[in-house]
């Protein structure tokens, strides 16, 4: 069974930064993928944010592009969001997710991001 803890939420003001932590644990035997989803209070679906590869291949959906970095240590288990020049739209809750080979995809409790206007 495999955990994962993300940190890093809060409140911040539009034009501000934060950055998202997500630590994996349990058994990981090969992961391909892990990554970032949303979901704003209301909606019902939720919305890729970024994903990276294994190998550093990283993906972001259109509306963060150029504000988000996704980036990951896979020595640490760790995969990270730095989110900067946020807008009162990114308010959300932010999970983490990991994929594994023949495996269902897990996912974190998820962390509130809030932002100001």
């Known amino acids: 069974q495999v955990h994962l803890v993300e940190s890093g939420g809060g409140l911040v003001q539009a034009g501000g930064s934060l950055r998202l932590s997500c630590a994996a644990s349990?058994?990981?035997?090969?992961?391909?993928?892990m990554g970032w989803y949303r979901q704003a209070l209301g909606n019902a679906r939720r919305d890729m944010v970024a994903?990276?590869?294994?190998?550093?291949?990283?993906n972001y959906g259109d509306s963060v592009k150029g504000r988000f970095t996704i980036s990951r240590d896979n020595a640490k288990k760790m995969v990270y969001l730095q989110m900067n020049s946020l807008e009162p739209e990114d308010t959300a809750v932010y999970y983490c997710?990991?994929?594994?080979?023949?495996?269902?995809?897990?996912w974190g409790q998820g962390t509130q991001v809030t932002v100001s206007s």
């Open positions: 349990g058994s990981i035997f090969s992961s391909t993928s």
């Open positions: 997710y990991i994929d594994q080979y023949n495996l269902p995809r897990s």
């Open positions: 994903t990276i590869t294994n190998s550093g291949r990283t």
